[in-house]
């Protein structure tokens, strides 16, 4: 899998755009960009994944550059719920297979 | 409808004692994957059990670990002879498989202490 970076931690205003990013420049041709988060004391739960569009649902959008080399997650309209560790990870095909996480980016959203 | 389950939500047991970890998957989904998370650090797979399929072990981390999966749903991840070392949360999930893209769907977790 090739390595992802991202920062440990970021703020946002509820009601405002939260816009992660993600570094994975190693990615190669045909692995996928997925985004998990994790919210206190929970399992991990799937947000987005693209290939090389940009993606949207109804949880977040998923930019990701022409490179490849970097993506971004966005949701919105940021909720306090939204207040999680937020997890970007790339992996070849389309069935997931076992999981690993690196330390991911803590989203704190304030009122 | 029901989601992953797993049982108990929370262990304390002493170093060198056996535990038993239980995880209900969602019916019907045929994939069943068992990680750990240990305080701060991310998720590191342990075992994936797909259908009637040899277990993929790569990820346990001695043969203190082992896992089991009886009748195609139901799993348990047994550590024997615990460690200080092996406190974390266990988290299972399960999807469906096929071709195309499947969620892994996450349970609530077991918090395992080892004192």
């Known amino acids: 899998d090739a390595k992802t970076t991202q920062p440990p931690s970021m703020d946002c205003a509820e009601g405002r755009a939260a816009n992660l990013p993600c570094n994975h420049s190693t990615i190669s041709g045909n692995e996928y960009v997925y985004w998990y988060r994790q919210i206190h004391s929970q399992g991990p739960q799937y947000i987005i994944h693209?290939?090389?569009n940009n993606e949207t649902n109804e949880m977040a959008s998923l930019i990701i550059t022409e490179d490849r080399k970097s993506s971004t997650l966005i949701l919105p309209h940021a909720t306090l719920r939204d207040t999680a560790v937020y997890y970007c990870r790339v992996d070849r095909g389309s069935t997931l297979g076992r999981l690993y996480f690196g330390r991911g980016t803590q989203l704190t959203v304030w009122p | 409808g029901a989601g992953v389950s797993q049982s108990p939500s929370n262990k304390v047991t002493e170093k060198g004692k056996d535990v038993e970890l239980r995880c209900d998957p969602i019916?019907?989904?045929?994939?069943l994957y068992w990680y750990r998370q240990s305080l701060g650090q991310g998720l590191e797979f342990l075992i994936y059990?797909?259908?009637?399929?040899?277990?993929?072990k790569s990820g346990l981390p001695s043969d203190r670990f082992s896992a089991e999966r009886t009748g195609g749903s139901v799993s348990t991840l047994t550590i024997q002879r615990t460690q200080q070392e092996d406190s974390a949360v266990y988290l299972c999930?399960?999807?469906?498989?096929?071709?195309?893209?499947?969620?892994?769907?996450f349970g609530p977790g077991t918090r395992l202490t080892v004192t």
């Open positions: 999930a399960s999807s469906s498989t096929g071709t195309g893209f499947y969620e892994q769907y």
């Open positions: 693209g290939l090389k």
């Open positions: 059990f797909q259908g009637n399929s040899a277990p993929d």
């Open positions: 019916s019907g989904h045929t994939a």
